[in-house]
């Protein structure tokens, strides 16, 4: 069982550097969103997708991009990184119903130097 | 828009002892659910409890409970006879039609 498959789980960048974030999930969930986890701030929502095609931004969703295309994938793009985007960032799966418990990916540690 | 508050950023509890993390939110909508996920040093995301808003009656998932208080908006975590194994992160999330929001989290020490 895969569950929720985040990569990578470390990674460096320059300043003004784009990469993708990758997350797949193999559930058949509806839901996928991103999070970033600062301390003292919890995680806050970047973006979320409630199923292929659709996607909508959460509370800090400057500075990134998402698609969901399939309902298994749901990347996360960040277009010129910038140090204030160091964090510790998290994908996430659910069924859509609400009472359904969330899956999470391992996490990726970027550090923007 | 939604917001979950978590004002207790660290909490420490005696080994066998009860603590009660506590959760406020704020919330316009009448049909959401109410999630404590557990954080520990692995980094992952564990749920410990969840609690349907139309639901008067308080989950309870064996040493853990929650006291909703619907009109406060209030959903606090009990744990009973704390275990060492319980040190971890918790968050509070709330989750409606839309979307999931976090607190900022307690951490929290459990001493032997």
Redesign the interface.
């Known amino acids: 069982n895969a569950g929720v498959t985040q990569t990578p789980k470390f990674q460096v960048l320059k300043t003004g550097q784009s990469m993708t974030l990758q997350c797949a999930q193999d559930m058949n969930h509806e839901y996928m969103?991103w999070?970033r986890q600062d301390p003292?701030?919890?995680?806050?929502?970047i973006h979320?997708s409630v199923g292929a095609g659709i996607t909508?931004q959460?509370?800090v969703p400057n500075g990134y991009n998402v698609s969901r295309s399939t309902t298994e994938d749901f990347p996360l793009r960040l277009l010129s990184a910038a140090p204030s985007q160091t964090s510790?960032y998290?994908c996430?799966s659910?069924y859509r119903q609400?009472?359904t418990?969330?899956f999470?990916g391992?996490?990726t540690r970027l550090t923007v130097v | 828009a939604q917001t979950v508050t978590q004002s207790q950023p660290e909490m420490s509890v005696q080994e066998a002892e009860t603590v009660t993390l506590s959760c406020t939110y704020d919330t316009s909508e009448s049909d959401y659910y109410l999630f404590w996920y557990k954080q520990p040093p692995s980094r992952q995301m564990i749920l410990v409890i969840r609690q349907e808003a139309y639901k008067q009656q308080n989950a309870t998932e064996n040493r853990f409970s929650v006291n909703f208080q619907k009109a406060a908006k209030s959903f606090s975590l009990k744990i009973s006879d704390s275990q060492l194994g319980d040190a971890a992160m918790y968050f509070c999330a709330y989750r409606s039609s839309n979307d999931m929001r976090f607190g900022a989290g307690t951490r929290l020490t459990v001493k032997p």
């Open positions: 969103s999070y003292g701030m919890g995680l806050r929502l979320y909508d959460g509370e510790v998290f996430a659910s609400l009472n418990e969330a999470f391992q996490g």
